[in-house]
C-alpha cells in the first residue's frame, strides 16, 4: 500500500533535512510565540526551540504516562509539559500562536482525528499556524517496521482527515508543503528494538518469531557504526481563518 506518489516515497530523490527545526523556523516565525505541541513525544525539538528563541514558550501534550513523567524529570524554562490527548486540549479558545505535531496525527485514534483538528482550531488565535509534519509510507526503514507495524492505513487517514479540515472551508486555510528526508540513526539492534518494536506508548504484541523476522531485516542495514536510515517526510502548513 502507498499514501504518496512514487517519487516522494522514495528518500534519496528528496533533500536531506537534519534538523527539523530548522525547517520550521523558516516557514514560521518562532520568536515570541506561544506554542503548543501535541504528542510532543521526548520533546526534542520542543526543547531545542525554546532555547533557540527568545521569549517563545510551548506547552508539550503526551498521553503516554511513562514518557510524560520522564519529560517532568527535566524541568525546562518556558516549557510546559501537561499528560492530555490532541482530541481534547486543556486550554480556552486562541491560547496558542501556533500549534505542531511531529510524526503523531497519524497515532490519534482514526475516529478522533477530525475532532483533534477541531481542537487545534479551537486553542490557536486567528491567523495563527499549525504544522502538521508526517512520515510517508515508503524507504527502507518503513520496509522493516512494517513487518510488525503496518501503518498504512492510519498515515493515510492522517492526511484525508487533514484535507477534510481544510475542504470544509470553515477553519483552515492551506499556507504550503514541503517533502524532505529526515535521519534516523540507531547504535545497533538492541537500540532499535527498544525504541521501535518496545515503545512505552504502544504494545506491538512482538512474540519470538516477528522479533527474529524483524532483526533478520535489520541487521543487512547494520554495521561497526551502527545503522543509519533516511525516511522521507511531508510537511503541511495551515493557517487559522481570522
Request: hydrophobic share 45%; glycine share 6%; with cysteine.
Amino acid at each position: 500500500m502507498s499514501t504518496e506518489p512514487n517519487r516522494l516515497s522514495d528518500p534519496d530523490t528528496l533533500p536531506l533535512i537534519r534538523d527539523e527545526l530548522d525547517l520550521l523556523g523558516e516557514l514560521v516565525n518562532l520568536t515570541e510565540q506561544r506554542i503548543i505541541e501535541l504528542g510532543c513525544g521526548n520533546a526534542r525539538l520542543a526543547r531545542a526551540l525554546v532555547l533557540r528563541h527568545a521569549g517563545s514558550e510551548l506547552v508539550g501534550l503526551e498521553v503516554d504516562s511513562v514518557q510524560h513523567q520522564k519529560n517532568l524529570s527535566v524541568p525546562q524554562e518556558r516549557l510546559l509539559f501537561m499528560a492530555a490527548s490532541a482530541e481534547a486540549v486543556p486550554f480556552p479558545r486562541q491560547s496558542f500562536d501556533g500549534a505542531m505535531m511531529l510524526k503523531s496525527l497519524h497515532h490519534v485514534p482514526i475516529p478522533a482525528m477530525d475532532a483533534a483538528l477541531a481542537e487545534i482550531a479551537r486553542v490557536l488565535r486567528p491567523g495563527g499556524w499549525f504544522y502538521a509534519s508526517e512520515p510517508i509510507y515508503g524507504g527502507a526503514l518503513n520496509e522493516i517496521v512494517r513487518l510488525y507495524n503496518d501503518e498504512g492505513v492510519v498515515r493515510a487517514a492522517a492526511q484525508s482527515a487533514l484535507d477534510r479540515a481544510l475542504a470544509a472551508g470553515r477553519d483552515w486555510e492551506a499556507v504550503g508543503e514541503r517533502h524532505f528526508a529526515q535521519e534516523a540513526q540507531f547504535a545497533d539492534w538492541n537500540d532499535f528494538a527498544q525504541r521501535m518494536l518496545f515503545p512505552t506508548f504502544a504494545d506491538h504484541q512482538i512474540t519470538p518469531a516477528i522479533e527474529a523476522r524483524v532483526k533478520a531485516a535489520f541487521d543487512p542495514h547494520c554495521g561497526p557504526d551502527g545503522a543509519r536510515f533516511v525516511r522521507p517526510m511531508h510537511v503541511r502548513l495551515l493557517r487559522r481563518k481570522r
